[in-house]
């Protein structure tokens, strides 16, 4: 089983509102990423967390906000985001941060903010 | 400067004509290069890690094959449904852990 799961699948928002994403893995991976994708852009790395701790934060403003509960769950907090962060996001896991671990990715969220 | 360059950035080809899509890099020290096939609005879809020069990876109609400078993903006999945009990301020696430095993509149509 090499699944991650992310929801919602779209998910439509104001730039006053607050939202959460969310992404599970059971394959008992310990890092799990987020990265955003706009369109016709390959996916730019926004955190990485290694055993439920944050390891990397790719200068990402502080609208966004993620949150690693335990070792299945990642969260992304959203708030008082701009039009221009409408994007694919994506939710990765990997075995752990060695060289030679595969990162398998979930179907991503659609979000669109008006 | 990319780091990490496919070519071309769209390809389109008939069912059953075979091409090959290129992925270069110019990091030292590779420590691994991925290669994943994204559908329209979906998440990437992994199918290949190369480690070494010299590698080769099968899977149905698709091969990976790994030198020192690039790698290229042959398409043998492809179909309407290989229709996607290959995605190739590199780790290498200066890599934040864990990252990834992806290319901008190869958008493959395959038409009957």
């Known amino acids: 089983d090499t699944e991650v799961t992310q929801t919602p699948k779209h998910l439509v928002m104001g730039m006053t509102n607050k939202k959460s994403l969310k992404c599970e893995q059971h394959?008992?991976?310990?890092?799990m990423y987020w990265y955003k994708q706009k369109a016709k852009k390959p996916p730019e790395l926004m955190f990485v967390?290694?055993?439920?701790?944050?390891?990397i934060n790719e200068s990402v403003p502080s609208r966004f906000s993620p949150e690693c509960p335990n070792s299945s769950l990642l969260n992304l907090h959203l708030h008082a985001l701009q039009p221009e962060d409408s994007a694919l996001y994506l939710c990765?896991?990997?075995?752990?941060?060695?060289?030679?671990?595969?990162?398998?990715f979930g179907q991503g969220t659609r979000l669109t903010v008006v | 400067e990319d780091q990490v360059t496919q070519s071309p950035e769209a390809l389109r080809l008939q069912e059953g004509e075979s091409s090959s899509l290129n992925c270069s890099y110019t990091?030292?020290?590779?420590?691994?290069l991925f290669w994943y096939r994204q559908d329209p609005g979906k998440g990437p879809e992994f199918l290949f890690t190369?480690?070494?020069a010299g590698e080769e990876k099968e899977k149905e109609r698709l091969k990976a094959t790994l030198t020192k400078k690039e790698s290229f993903l042959h398409i043998t006999a492809p179909k309407p449904e290989d229709s996607a945009t290959y995605l190739c990301?590199?780790?290498?020696?200066?890599?934040?852990?864990?990252?990834?430095?992806f290319g901008r993509g190869t958008q493959l149509t395959v038409w009957p």
């Open positions: 990091v030292s020290g590779l420590r691994g």
């Open positions: 190369l480690y070494s």
């Open positions: 394959m008992g991976h310990r890092a």
């Open positions: 967390y290694s055993y439920e701790k944050l390891s």
């Open positions: 990301a590199v780790r290498h020696r200066g890599s934040t852990l864990g990252r990834l430095y």
């Open positions: 990765a896991s990997s075995q752990d941060l060695g060289d030679n671990t595969e990162a398998f």
